[in-house]
């Protein structure tokens, strides 16, 4: 029929419009606080940094060589509970980039990281496994874990040895001009998925200082078969297995912080996609406050 459908009488809302609670958090934001705002510090991410920073990442801060750091020191991802020493925020993060792709606003090699050290008793959103809801009605003092996977706050692991890799397996495509690793892992691992970060080391020889550090996954087969990639020139790396002895760490333990508050699914959390380097919103995350 060449007519157009109307129902002038329908009552419509918007998604959520009455959901019985409407709180949520932006991860890496910091909570306001006049008391605690000066605390702010501010550094440059690493020049040997694989991937991009953003808000609510744990950090390791490192002096700048050479004499001065007018621009503050640099700053890395942490990937053991031993050198966290705070977490990246978007506070006053004016430079960091977003495009219509990669809407979450990052920042590359260079450039400079608004943070909070451990101590600062900043209050800071960050990301976190959905079943640390059962905290809300506790003390604020439980024992919860940093996933180093996942960038999120998890449920407490006393420790996670590191584990062994059989192998590590580099290949070249001309075309992309990436680096394909192919990980063989002697037990099984941590990683669950494409987009989990993972921490190596023990390799030597050729493109070693690049390999051994935070990598994104980008292919997954089970927890003892998955692939990085890493762009660079045909000369950048070995191509075949990598010499050294090689680990996968997952070292975990108590993160020192406060537990203010959690919530299910209403916040919004970065997730990121490590093939096409963009990084998005998730408006269904989960998010813990935590105070450092």
């Given at each position: 029929?060449?007519?157009?459908?109307l129902?002038?009488?329908?009552?419509?809302?918007?998604?959520?419009?009455?959901?019985?609670?409407?709180?949520?958090?932006?991860?890496?934001?910091?909570?306001d606080?006049?008391?605690?705002r000066?605390?702010?510090?501010?550094?440059?991410?690493?020049?040997?940094?694989?991937l991009p920073?953003w808000?609510?990442?744990?950090?390791?801060?490192?002096?700048?060589?050479?004499?001065?750091?007018?621009?503050?020191?640099?700053?890395?991802?942490?990937?053991l509970?031993?050198s966290?020493?705070?977490?990246?925020?978007?506070?006053?993060?004016?430079?960091?980039?977003n495009?219509?792709q990669?809407?979450v606003?990052?920042?590359?090699?260079g450039?400079?990281?608004p943070?909070?050290?451990l101590?600062s008793?900043?209050?800071?959103a960050?990301?976190?496994?959905?079943?640390?809801?059962s905290l809300?009605g506790g003390?604020?003092?439980?024992?919860?874990s940093?996933?180093?996977?996942n960038?999120?706050?998890?449920?407490y692991?006393?420790?996670?040895?590191?584990?062994?890799?059989?192998?590590?397996?580099?290949?070249?495509?001309?075309?992309t001009?990436?680096?394909?690793f192919?990980?063989?892992?002697?037990?099984a691992?941590?990683?669950?998925a494409?987009?989990?970060?993972?921490?190596i080391?023990?390799?030597?020889?050729t493109?070693?200082?690049l390999?051994?550090?935070n990598?994104f996954?980008t292919?997954?087969?089970?927890?003892?078969?998955?692939?990085?990639?890493?762009a660079?020139?045909?000369?950048?790396?070995?191509?075949?297995?990598?010499?050294?002895t090689l680990?996968?760490?997952?070292?975990?333990?108590a993160?020192?912080?406060?537990?203010l508050s959690?919530?299910?699914?209403?916040s919004k959390?970065v997730?990121?996609?490590?093939?096409?380097n963009?990084?998005?919103?998730?408006?269904?995350?989960?998010?813990?406050?935590?105070?450092?």
């Open positions: 029929m060449n007519s157009v459908s129902q002038p009488m329908l009552t419509s809302n918007a998604a959520g419009g009455f959901s019985v609670q409407s709180d949520g958090y932006i991860q890496g934001f910091a909570l606080d006049p008391a605690i000066n605390e702010l510090s501010m550094g440059s991410l690493l020049s040997t940094e694989t920073m808000g609510g990442v744990a950090i390791a801060e490192y002096l700048k060589a050479g004499n001065g750091n007018a621009l503050g020191n640099d700053i890395g991802r942490a990937s509970l031993a966290i020493t705070g977490f990246a925020v978007f506070n006053q993060a004016h430079a960091f980039i495009t219509p990669s809407q606003p990052t920042a590359g090699a450039q400079s990281i943070f909070y050290r101590g008793k900043a209050r800071i960050v990301a976190c496994d959905p079943s640390l809801i809300n003390l604020v003092t439980p024992q919860v940093w996933d180093f996977n960038s999120r706050l998890q449920p692991v006393a420790s996670t040895a590191q584990v062994s890799l059989t192998s590590i397996t580099a290949a070249y495509d001309a075309t001009g990436l680096w394909t192919a990980v063989v892992a002697a037990a691992t941590d990683v669950g494409v987009g989990d970060a993972i921490n080391s023990g390799v030597t020889g493109g070693a200082n390999l051994n550090a990598q996954v292919a997954f087969t089970d927890n003892q078969h998955f692939s990085f990639q890493i660079g020139g045909a000369a950048t790396f070995t191509a075949g297995a990598q010499a050294g680990f996968v760490n997952q070292g975990i333990g993160l020192p912080v406060k537990v959690v919530d299910q699914g209403n959390i997730v990121y996609d490590p093939v096409n963009v990084a998005n919103w998730n408006n269904q995350g989960s998010v813990a406050i935590i105070q450092l």
